[in-house]
């Protein structure tokens, strides 16, 4: 459903520490509207974030942005890694539905069922981006101590480079296991919640 983009800034820091990895969250919506699935479904495409110089939009999106701060340690002749944080920084963009109350029964479950199902695909994607986020912390925090931090640096730089790829990697895995299977999780999802609605446990 979309690419994710990624930037690593490396800042090195010779004096204060550094706190644990964080991750800053920010959500955004593209208004759709339509009264027929078709109408949703070309609104979502004519409307939705363009990624990577595709002219067709998204039906949802997300946008990272890794950035490390290294805190370095100079002794005997030695240099060494003080401290790492590695900030995530997510932008989820999400479609909302405008007039979706007006709407008969049956169109705003099949709505309801994409929307959720939109917004677990980008959230999957976070969560893949937060394990490496640890892995890159931790991973440059095992790195070996070097003669000069200039050395260090340099290991640093390639592994993060290694981890970033094999991460855009997996990511890149993750859209393809959902695109292929994406009509068999909508129908699941759909008599799922068809049967709660016979059951009396969810109402519409």
């Not at 706190?19 to 919506?29: I, Q, V």
């Not at 994607?125 to 931790?138: T, V």
Request: charged letters at 30%; glycine letters at 4%; proline letters at 3%.
């Amino acid at each position: 459903m979309k690419r994710l983009i990624f930037t690593l800034a490396v800042i090195a820091a010779m004096s204060a520490p550094c706190a644990a990895a964080s991750l800053t969250r920010n959500y955004s919506y593209f208004a759709i509207q339509g009264n027929s699935l078709e109408e949703l479904e070309r609104q979502l495409h004519s409307k939705g974030p363009q990624l990577n110089g595709s002219p067709e939009g998204h039906p949802g999106a997300t946008t990272m942005d890794f950035t490390s701060r290294i805190r370095y340690r100079q002794e005997s002749n030695r240099c060494a890694i003080d401290d790492v944080d590695i900030v995530l920084r997510v932008d989820v963009t999400l479609p909302r539905w405008r007039n979706g109350r007006r709407a008969d029964q049956e169109l705003r479950l099949i709505w309801d069922t994409l929307a959720s199902d939109i917004k677990r695909h980008e959230e999957s994607h976070i969560s893949i981006a937060k394990r490496y986020a640890r892995l890159i912390e931790d991973t440059l925090r095992s790195l070996p101590r070097r003669r000069t931090c200039e050395q260090l640096a340099d290991d640093v730089r390639k592994s993060t480079d290694e981890l970033l790829a094999r991460h855009d990697e997996e990511q890149d895995q993750f859209d393809r296991v959902e695109s292929m299977n994406f009509e068999s999780r909508i129908q699941r999802l759909l008599d799922y919640r068809m049967e709660q609605i016979e059951n009396g446990r969810l109402r519409y």
